[in-house]
């Protein structure tokens, strides 16, 4: 059956199946939300999961050599960057990882900046920690984000008062408040695979504003035909040594409940400041069938992952397809990576709330509402189609219908 099988994965303490009532106030929907795949994991890690479950016994674990060579050759196979054992650290998830840095990095009151719509933790673990976010909001032009790095320059720097030009105007200085720079690369929800070029000129602004970059990657091994993942700190020196690079096998593999991520951090400095957070917190320990299943998805998981990527395209594709012919007022935004589809469904004239209510009373599909990522988002959803097919082919029936009821 492959990624077509069909498993039922109620009553099994699933965030995205089995909490719908608590998020929608009903169970009977199908759950395209959640981050995470209605697909068994790779046999090879199974097997190897199994082999570590009959041994018993499940005591206190550290991460071997194996384990962090099958990082490296991982990292460096697929995505072309050389990394070192040392720089190689741990946290239990990238949004646990989000936290230590800002703790790490900024004081209560200093500014870090994020790229509306951007996935919910980054502007909340900011101000949970008494930061302040800075929005540089991305601009959709031809169906397609871009990052306003324009709108960057004028968002990093305040009006130096004690100092008077001839037009009488303040000379502008950098503000010493903005620390951080959190990137989402691969982007969630918008589905952007930033270029080599993007990437260069948002770095270069960093640098030269002494801005640390935090870059979230954990979609970059879900890359459609055509785009290439480039990490941000393999583009230069001087970016590796500025660069907190996060990423983990649980969106690849289907992985997300073990609970087992990968922050590689080149430069010592911050390396050591990271880890001090993360012991001060004691997030540091791991957890042994984690490291047991990332050895073994980087390590043996490259055909599966190659197989997977071709579905999920076929599932893009239908997706994109079937909305042009049966619901024109729905228009997906062009993506280039992740299983996370951002709907434009402004042609529904519902926004929010009824937006959502729609979805799930009159569709009965449970969807991420486009507020959650900005607040300006209001007549977008986001839709996880890391399903099988006939799972998306009924949601999507389902919601033909109730769109011909309504237009």
């Known amino acids: 059956m492959g990624f077509d099988e069909v498993i039922n994965r109620k009553n099994t303490n699933s965030v995205k199946w089995d909490m719908n009532e608590e998020f929608f106030g009903r169970k009977d929907i199908l759950s395209m939300w959640v981050a995470d795949m209605d697909f068994k994991a790779p046999d090879e890690v199974l097997g190897a999961l199994k082999k570590r479950v009959e041994h018993g016994i499940f ?32 946290s239990p998830g990238i949004v646990p990882a989000l936290g230590v840095t800002v703790e790490a990095f900024s004081n209560i009151g200093d500014k870090i900046l994020v790229q509306s719509p951007s996935y919910p933790p980054f502007k909340q673990t900011i101000k949970d920690n008494g930061r302040i976010v800075i929005d540089n909001k991305l601009i959709i032009k031809d169906n397609k984000y871009y ?15 004690s100092f008077t030009s001839n037009s009488g105007s303040g000379k502008l200085l950098k503000d010493a408040k903005v620390k951080m720079f ?25 640098l030269e504003n002494n801005m640390i970059i935090v870059s979230d990657e954990i979609h970059s091994d879900i890359i459609y035909s055509d785009y290439k993942h480039i990490p941000i700190a393999s583009l230069s020196k001087e970016l590796e040594q500025n660069s907190i690079t996060c990423i983990a096998p649980s969106k690849t593999f289907s992985l997300a409940g073990l609970s087992t991520s990968v922050i590689i951090i080149p430069n010592e400095k911050l390396r050591n400041e990271f880890n001090d957070i993360l012991s001060k917190h004691r997030l540091d320990g791991g957890n042994v069938l984690g490291e047991v299943a990332l050895e073994a998805a980087y390590t043996h998981g490259e055909n599966w992952l190659e197989d997977l990527l071709f579905y999920l395209e076929g599932n893009l594709n239908y997706l994109k397809d079937y909305l042009k012919v ?13 299983y996370l589809v951002w709907l434009n469904c402004s042609g529904l004239k519902l926004k929010d709330r009824d937006l959502l209510d729609f979805f799930v009373e009159k569709a009965g599909i449970g969807v991420n509402p486009g507020s959650a990522f900005d607040e300006e988002c209001l007549e977008y959803v986001r839709l996880n189609i890391a399903c ?20």
């Open 59 to 90: 005591g206190y674990s550290y991460r071997s050599d194996s384990y962090l060579e099958s990082i490296i050759s991982w990292v460096k196979k697929r995505h072309g960057w050389n990394i070192k054992k040392e720089w190689i650290t741990f």
């Open 147 to 161: 990052m306003d790095l324009d709108k960057l320059h004028k968002q990093i720097t305040i009006k130096d008062v």
């Open 182 to 206: 959190m990137l989402c690369n691969p982007h969630n929800p918008v589905g952007r695979v930033w270029t080599k070029e993007e990437l260069i000129k948002l770095g270069d602004v960093c």
């Open 326 to 338: 049966n619901i024109p007022q729905i228009k997906p935004i062009d993506s280039e990576a992740t």
């Open 388 to 407: 099988p097919r006939a799972i998306l082919k009924t949601a999507l029936d389902n919601l033909k219908k109730a769109v011909d009821e309504i237009i």
